[in-house]
C-alpha cells in the first residue's frame, strides 16, 4: 500500500495515525466487553476504519455526516466523549437515546452526526433533505452519507440519488463495498462490476477510492468535497474493503474463504499505515507504544465513568411526554371577515397563506409546481414563491419524504404532498419508522406535514379512493388530522404547519369541489386533537369526521325528531377523548361512522374505549358502521353499496329505537 503523498506533512501523518488507531483501539475493547456480557451487540469495522476517519477529515466540523454501525471513527473523529459513547452502547441514561436504542441508531445536532435505523436506505435521503437546504440557504457545504454495498439494492438507493442528481445537491454517497451483505457476497447483490458505475444511470460523477488507505481517502475526498462547496452536486463514492468479522460477532464468518480472509488482513488499513509510519522514520516504537498507552488509559477511564453512570429508571410519563417535541399551541384567532370557498380553495388559501408566514417552508410532491398538482391546489404557486420552494419531483414518494426529514433537521419546514393518499404506501416506511421515532429516540423533531388526498365517491377505483388513515393512527409519533369543512380545512392545516412534529393531513378529494362555507380571510389556527360538537342533542351521540360528517348532517336533517349530538372529531391522533367521553354520558348510546372498512379502524378503538370508560351509562350496544371489508371498486353502483353511508340509516334509526 502507497502511503507516500507530498502534500502531507509529517505532523498529518502522524495525525491521520492517531485518528485511525483510536477507534481500532475502542472496538478492540469493546469485543472484550462483549465477551464479558457488559454490551448486548456489536457492529465490527476492524478493516475499515480508514474510510471513516479519513471521509469525516475531509468535512468541516459543521457539515453533516450520516453513517452506519461500522463507522465509529466519524463519532471518534468528531471527539463525542468516549463516556457518552460507552453510556450508548450500555443502555445508560447519560447515552444519546437515554436507553431507547442501542449501538449508532441516535444522532447528535452538537456533534452534526445524523444516526442510522435499521432499515438502512432512508438515510439516504435523509442527506438529500440536508443538502437541498445547503443550496436553498445559498450555505457552501457538502454532506457524506454511508450505506453498505447491500445497501445499494435497496430503492432507496435509487431514488435518493436520483433525486440528488436531478436537484444537483451536495452530497456525498459514500459506499463501503466490504464484500457482504450480512453472509451474501457481492455477486449475489448486484451484476455490476463496480458499485461506482451505477452512477451512470443518474448522470452522476463517480470514483473508486481503496478503501484501506487512509491517505488515499483523505486526500481524494477532500479535493472532492472542496469541489462540491463550489460546484454543488452529488458524488458517488466508492469505497473497496473487506469486512473481516461477522455482520454483528453472533453471525461469525464461516461463510468467507479463508484464502480471502488473508488477503484482506495483509491489507490491514491500521498496520500497514503503522508500519509506513515507522519505515518514515515520523515516529519510533517507544512513540507508537505511548500512544496506543494514552488512548486505551483514556478508554479505560471513560469506561470508568459510564459504568458508574445510573441506569435508565422507567418513568411512564416521561416517556410518553417524549414522543412528540414539546409545543405550546397559540391560537391565532379567525377574521371576522370571511368568504365562501369551497373546500379545495380553502386548503389552497390555508398552503399560501402558511409559504407567507413561514419563508424556509417548501413544498414538495409530484406535478406541484407550474401544473398546480392534479388537483390545482398549488397552482399559481411558483409565481409567487418560486421554484425553489414549490419543487416538482420524481416519482419517489420514500426519498421525498426523507428529503423533508432532512430539511427539518437544517430547521426548515416542509410540506409534501402525496398525489393520491393511496401512493403512501411506498413511503411508509420513512413515515412510520423515521419521522414517527425520531424525537422519541434522540430528541430531533421531524417538522413534516404529509397532505393526503383521499376518499372515495368520485368513481376513482381501488388504488386512488382509500381512506387510509387507520395505517397512521396506530404508529405513536404521528399526528392524524382529517377536516370536514372549508373554515376548518383551512385552519387546521395551518396550525398542522405551525406544529414542529409530522402531521399527516387527510383531504377528502369528494369534499374538494363539493363543498362550500364561509371561510376567515386572514392566517388562522384551530387547535390540533379538539374535536368540534357541530350539533347538540340528548337522545344519542354520532361520532364521525370527513366526508362521514356530511353523510350524518344529511340525515338528521330528513329526521328531524331524532335528538342526536354529533362530533367531527377532526383530529384522529391524538384524539379528543374528553369531548367523546362527555357526550356518551349525556346521551347513553353512540354510534360510530367512518368511511373506512370496520376491522381495525379507528371506530373499533373508540368503541373500546368507551366501553373501558363509559359502560355504566351506556343505554343501548355500541355501534360501528363502516365500508365494506373490500377494495374500493370503480363501478358507481358497487361503490355506492361499499360505502358505509348506505347502510347508515337503517342503523341510527334502529339505535335510536333501542
Not at 471527539?79 to 449508532?104: H, V
Not at 438529500?128 to 436553498?136: N, T
Not at 354520532?542 to 338528521?556: F, K, M, N, P, Q
Request: hydrophobic fraction near 40%.
Amino acid at each position: 500500500m502507497n502511503f507516500e503523498d507530498p502534500t502531507l506533512s509529517k505532523e498529518q501523518h502522524i495525525n491521520l495515525f492517531k485518528s485511525i488507531l483510536k477507534p481500532r483501539l475502542i472496538e478492540e475493547k469493546m469485543l472484550v466487553l462483549l465477551r464479558q456480557g457488559k454490551i448486548s451487540k456489536w457492529f465490527s469495522g476492524i478493516g475499515q476504519e480508514a474510510i471513516a476517519v479519513g471521509v469525516t477529515k475531509s468535512l468541516k466540523s459543521e457539515e453533516y455526516i450520516l453513517p452506519m454501525h461500522r463507522n465509529l471513527g466519524v463519532f471518534t473523529e468528531r471527539k463525542i466523549p468516549l463516556q457518552r459513547l460507552f453510556s450508548q452502547w450500555q443502555g445508560k441514561l447519560n447515552g444519546f437515546t437515554k436507553g431507547r436504542d442501542r449501538s449508532f441508531h441516535f444522532g447528535t445536532q452538537e456533534y452534526k452526526i445524523i444516526g442510522m435505523i435499521s432499515h438502512l436506505g432512508p438515510q439516504l435521503g435523509v442527506a438529500d433533505g440536508i443538502g437541498l437546504a445547503h443550496k436553498l440557504k445559498n450555505e457552501k457545504a457538502v454532506t457524506a452519507v454511508f450505506t453498505g454495498e447491500g445497501g445499494t439494492s435497496e430503492g432507496d438507493f435509487h431514488e435518493a440519488l436520483n433525486v440528488a442528481s436531478v436537484w444537483d445537491l451536495p452530497v456525498l454517497f459514500c459506499v463501503e463495498n466490504n464484500g457482504y451483505g450480512l453472509s451474501t457476497p457481492t455477486s449475489e447483490q448486484f451484476k455490476c462490476e463496480h458499485i461506482a458505475d451505477k452512477a451512470i444511470g443518474y448522470g452522476m460523477e463517480s470514483h473508486i477510492i481503496d478503501g484501506n488507505n487512509i491517505v488515499e481517502i483523505y486526500t481524494k475526498v477532500n479535493e472532492i468535497a472542496e469541489s462540491v462547496r463550489e460546484n454543488p452536486r452529488p458524488i458517488l463514492l466508492e469505497f473497496k474493503t473487506f469486512r473481516r468479522r461477522g455482520h454483528e460477532e453472533a453471525s461469525g464468518t464461516k461463510y468467507v474463504p479463508a484464502e480471502l480472509m488473508e488477503h484482506w488482513e495483509k491489507l490491514d488499513p491500521v498496520d500497514n499505515y503503522e508500519l509506513f509510519i515507522l519505515e518514515s522514520e515520523f515516529l519510533n516504537r517507544d512513540e507508537i507504544d505511548s500512544i496506543k498507552a494514552e488512548i486505551k488509559s483514556e478508554i479505560d477511564r471513560h469506561l470508568k465513568i459510564a459504568n458508574e453512570e445510573l441506569n435508565v429508571e422507567a418513568d411512564e410519563t416521561k416517556e410518553l411526554n417524549d414522543v412528540f417535541k414539546g409545543y405550546k399551541f397559540k391560537t391565532q384567532i379567525p377574521s371576522s371577515k370571511k368568504t365562501e370557498l369551497r373546500f379545495i380553495d380553502a386548503i389552497s388559501d390555508g398552503l399560501k397563506q402558511s409559504m407567507e408566514k413561514h419563508e424556509d417552508l417548501v413544498i414538495m410532491g409530484q406535478d406541484v409546481a407550474e401544473y398546480g398538482g392534479v388537483f390545482k391546489i398549488t397552482d399559481g404557486f411558483v409565481e409567487k414563491f418560486g421554484k425553489k420552494r414549490v419543487r416538482n419531483t420524481p416519482i419517489c414518494e420514500s426519498a421525498i419524504i426523507t428529503t423533508a426529514m432532512g430539511l427539518s433537521i437544517k430547521g426548515m419546514k416542509s410540506v409534501v404532498e402525496m398525489q393520491f393518499s393511496d401512493f403512501v404506501s411506498s413511503g411508509f416506511n420513512p413515515i412510520v419508522n423515521y419521522l414517527a421515532k425520531v424525537h422519541y429516540r434522540w430528541g430531533q423533531n421531524a417538522d413534516v406535514v404529509i397532505r393526503m388526498p383521499c376518499g372515495a365517491g368520485v368513481g376513482a377505483g381501488p388504488f386512488h379512493s382509500q381512506t387510509n388513515e387507520a395505517w397512521f393512527t396506530k404508529t405513536p409519533g404521528l399526528k392524524v388530522v382529517y377536516p370536514s369543512t372549508p373554515q376548518e380545512a383551512k385552519g387546521l392545516l395551518i396550525a398542522s404547519i405551525e406544529d414542529p412534529n409530522p402531521v399527516l393531513f387527510f383531504e377528502h378529494k369528494a369534499l374538494y369541489r363539493s363543498i362550500r362555507g364561509e371561510v376567515s380571510d386572514d392566517y388562522f389556527t384551530i387547535e390540533l386533537g379538539k374535536a368540534n360538537l357541530i350539533r347538540e342533542g340528548n337522545d344519542l351521540t354520532i361520532i364521525t369526521y370527513g366526508a362521514a360528517v356530511h353523510w350524518a348532517t344529511e340525515l338528521l336533517e330528513k329526521y328531524p325528531e331524532i335528538s342526536a349530538e354529533l362530533i367531527d372529531l377532526r383530529t384522529l391522533s391524538p384524539l379528543d377523548e374528553e369531548a367523546i367521553f362527555n357526550s356518551v354520558k349525556k346521551t347513553g348510546k353512540v354510534i360510530i361512522l367512518q368511511e373506512d372498512s370496520i376491522f381495525g379502524g379507528i371506530a373499533s378503538d373508540i368503541s373500546a374505549l368507551i366501553s373501558e370508560n363509559c359502560f355504566e351509562y351506556l343505554d343501548a350496544p355500541i355501534k360501528r358502521v363502516a365500508s365494506l371489508p373490500t377494495p374500493i371498486p370503480f363501478s358507481k353502483n358497487l361503490e355506492d353499496q361499499y360505502l358505509g353511508k348506505v347502510k347508515f340509516e337503517s342503523e341510527l334509526l334502529a339505535l335510536n329505537k333501542y
